[in-house]
């Protein structure tokens, strides 16, 4: 009975996105004041249809019904409570339906967030947020229903993927999602003002808000996803240039790029049809990414997903969505000229570098992502794009982004120059000079050339950050929350760049067999093996290490890397010890049995790895710090007073 | 509970022989030098697994990826160049094996593509500027650009 309940929800919630998208776009285009009034009624009902069928879903799980295929296939009765509602996002069909739901909720965040502007202009957000709907409904009603029966039921399920039983991966997909699904409403914020054909600094001041937390939650998602990725693939890296984590990683270059050029459109009116290019695109790429994600085109780490059927419908309703959008583009934005002007050396020349860098490593990492496909259709073979690819590639426009991010946070608007500022900017980089080649060659050992480099560029930008900031201390000035948003999140960049250097230049790393008793060194530390002991877990069994960690001769810790066999699905998963210890981590992962008592270890030291983590959710944090920003709320309210009733902006012309 | 022990030793070495995606390879090996050590780690993380859907053959482990470990043991150890070695598993794989996509003509785009971008890039971005820094003198917006951020100090 509760299936069948969310099937039918999910059935009126296309029926009710059917309508939003209706008169959300016809009626500011007609006029009828009557259907733009409907569309709020039309958003609200969605979000309760599909809050009940994710409800329905997780009932489902929650209650062990395993005549639910989806729920057979993707859960079991031994599965923890925890992982039976993280199992609802496990798999395809459930993911979707995550998807979904989280868009109902950006829709009615939405709703309400875009209460007090224009109605015509809010009308027609939702209106192109219910386009999106309609897609992903029909998508999953059509061809992945995790509502669908099973006949008979099953006694027992299969049980949830061993990878996906970790908290940390549990949380990664809703984090993510609601990045992804986030960038929707910039998206829709753009398509809005296409069919309105006006766009001033109003417009981004309205959008900057949403496109920055859709940012955020990307960067919280990718972060996750990196970290778990650390600790239990058993390898101890944190980054692949994996195909999926690319999908996510292109998504959040764009994004990144967007919320740099809106902050140009708000304070200059510059940049307008650029910005919402960069909007289109941002959203257009995680859609791409879920095509190729769920298409199966991709070979890849995290294609437990794919489905090649299914890939088709997301292609031609990409095609559709992109496609009218970038007709939409090329008949409006040539409308969207501004007359401002500014000098090479103003802060607009650094912010359209910083755009153009973003694009252009966005751009590579497509490249690299779509060879393969490529190669396979013209019959040249079939070709693999890794790591040695990407890393030179990719450094190619970030090393120069790196240079100009402390002149972009310094340089004055319009006619340019540095003014006083120059000279502090000089003495901050001359001192994270020193601090960069005293970490690369003092601290650590056997540096190369890139390593001094980018720490050195990691601590300027730490050190340029904190230029304003510390002058407007001193001058007793307040620090407006955008501002401290944008200083924190630059300091987060640079501890990013600074630990990024420390792992790459200064892992020390092996892999070793030990029996019992005998010891291997690494990285400075001595690990001794102690035993090994059969491991029970509810779900799993396996076989736990007890490694005795010591530096020159003093115990520092006691580590228990474990090995688990799930019994279900018959799969090994590693889960590393992991230790922090003086801002290195030290991971020991277990091995197989090598015979006669031996197993084998993989130990790695890495400096500061811990920091690259951190990093991230620093930017993230700025992030969220700078939308607080009074102006975004005062701007609205004072919008209202001044905006009244107002005309049917132009009659979809 | 313990009656589970001696099932868990026995699923434990059953999988340890079935190939299972996420649990990686950790296969210790010595070569005689340092040299030769560091060669085999860069080979070994630069050739991809054949069977695996996005491993190298340093973290793949199946039983083709260990075999392929082997032979580049041997084969360092007999003397050959990594030139040799990445020609003998080109022959038998193809491109494929390659993490490294190589620079021949039917690659070439991949390879061109970052700088190429890059050129466009600030070849438009410079043309914008160029617009733009012609229309500074026509364009009376100043007074509030600069909120006390950088630059000069305006008194209120």
């Known amino acids: 009975m509760i299936p069948e309940l969310g099937q039918f929800a999910l059935i009126l919630a296309l029926l009710l996105s059917v309508l939003q998208a209706f008169f959300g776009i016809a009626g500011p285009a007609l006029g009828r004041e009557r259907w733009t009034a409907a569309v709020i009624p039309a958003v609200a009902g969605q979000f309760v249809m599909v809050s009940t069928a994710m409800g329905c879903l997780m009932a489902a799980f929650i209650g062990n019904d395993f005549s639910v295929r989806y729920v057979a296939e993707n859960s079991n009765s031994a599965l923890p409570l925890f992982y039976r509602i993280a199992g609802v996002w496990g798999a395809h069909s459930g993911s979707l339906l995550l998807w979904i739901f989280l868009l109902a909720c950006w829709t009615l965040a939405a709703a309400i967030g875009t209460a007090r502007l224009p109605r015509n202009f809010a009308a027609r957000v939702l209106g192109v947020l219910g386009t999106i709907s309609i897609g992903f409904l029909l998508y999953t009603l059509i061809t992945s229903n995790p509502f669908v029966r099973l006949d008979p039921p099953w006694a027992d399920g299969m049980g949830l993927n061993p990878i996906l039983q970790d908290p940390g991966l549990a949380a990664h997909p809703p984090v993510l999602y609601t990045g992804y699904v986030g960038l929707a409403v910039a998206f829709a914020f753009a398509g809005a003002a296409l069919l309105e054909g006006r766009l001033d600094r109003e417009w981004a001041r309205w959008t900057r808000p949403w496109a920055t937390t859709a940012w955020a939650f990307l960067t919280c998602g990718i972060t996750l996803g990196s970290w778990w990725a650390y600790y239990t693939l058993g390898w101890g890296g944190f980054w692949f240039w994996d195909p999926v984590e690319n999908a996510s990683f292109m998504p959040w270059l764009m994004g990144t790029a967007l919320i740099h050029s809106l902050a140009v459109t708000e304070k200059r009116g510059l940049f307008k049809s650029w910005t919402l290019l960069l909007a289109v695109l941002g959203f257009s790429l995680s859609l791409i990414g879920t095509f190729l994600v769920r298409s199966g085109v991709l070979i890849s780490v995290h294609s437990f997903v794919a ?347 | 509970m313990s009656r589970r022990a001696p099932l868990g030793a026995l699923m434990l070495t059953l999988l340890a022989l079935l190939a299972a995606p996420f649990a990686h390879a950790i296969a210790p090996t010595r070569m005689p030098t340092a040299a030769l050590e560091a060669r085999y780690e860069r080979l070994i993380h630069n050739f991809r697994c054949m069977q695996c859907q996005d491993e190298s053959l340093a973290n793949s482990p199946v039983s083709l990826a260990a075999d392929m470990r082997r032979q580049i043991r041997q084969m360092l150890l007999a003397g050959d160049t990594d030139q040799q070695i990445r020609h003998f598993f080109v022959a038998r794989y193809g491109y494929f094996i390659l993490f490294k996509p190589p620079f021949v003509l039917k690659t070439a785009w991949l390879w061109l593509a970052p700088g190429v971008l890059l050129a466009i890039g600030t070849v438009s971005a410079l043309w914008v500027i160029r617009r733009r820094a012609a229309l500074v003198a026509g364009d009376d917006e100043d007074e509030f650009l600069d909120d006390g951020l950088t630059g000069p100090r305006k008194h209120p």
């Open chain 1, 307 to 653: 489905s090649p059927g299914r890939g088709e419908f997301i292609l031609t309703f990409l095609v559709i969505m992109i496609g009218a959008a970038l007709a939409l583009y090329a008949w409006r934005a040539p409308q969207m000229q501004s007359e401002a002007g500014f000098e090479l050396s103003a802060r607009e020349s650094f912010l359209l570098f910083n755009n153009i860098l973003l694009v252009t490593a966005c751009g590579t990492i497509f490249a690299g992502e779509m060879a393969p496909i490529i190669s396979i259709a013209l019959h040249l073979g079939k070709l693999s794009v890794g790591p040695p690819y990407f890393n030179p590639t990719f450094l190619v426009s970030m090393l120069p982004l790196l240079v100009l991010v402390p002149f972009g946070m310094h340089a004055r608007w319009k006619r340019g120059g540095l003014g006083e500022r120059g000279r502090t900017l000089s003495i901050a980089l001359a001192a994270a000079a020193l601090i960069g080649c005293a970490v690369a060659f003092g601290v650590f050992t056997g540096a190369g050339i890139l390593s001094p480099v980018s720490m050195t560029l990691g601590a300027w930008i730490i050190l340029a950050s904190l230029i304003d900031p510390i002058d407007r201390l001193r001058r007793r000035i307040a620090i407006p929350r955008a501002v401290l948003g944008m200083t924190v999140a630059h300091i987060g960049l640079g501890v990013f760049v600074i630990a990024m250097t420390a792992v790459q230049g200064f892992t020390a790393e092996q892999d070793v067999a030990l029996t019992r008793g005998m010891s291997a060194r690494d990285g400075g530390y001595t690990f001794q093996f102690e035993r090994i002991k059969p491991l029970h877990g509810p779900n799993y069994g396996g076989a736990e290490a007890k490694i005795l960690v010591s530096r020159n001769g003093k115990p520092v810790t006691v580590m228990y890397p474990q090995k688990r066999t799930y019994w279900v699905q018959h799969m090994v998963t590693t889960h590393s010890a992991i230790d922090i210890n003086g801002g290195s981590n030290i991971l020991v992962a277990l091995g197989q049995d090598l015979g006669d008592g031996r197993w084998s270890f993989r130990l790695q030291v890495r400096p500061l790895v811990l920091y690259i983590w951190i990093g991230a959710l620093i930017m993230a944090a700025g992030g969220l710090l700078a939308i607080t920003d009074r102006r975004y709320r005062l701007a609205e309210s004072r919008e209202t007073a001044a905006a009244g009733p107002l005309p049917a902006a132009g009659t979809g012309s």
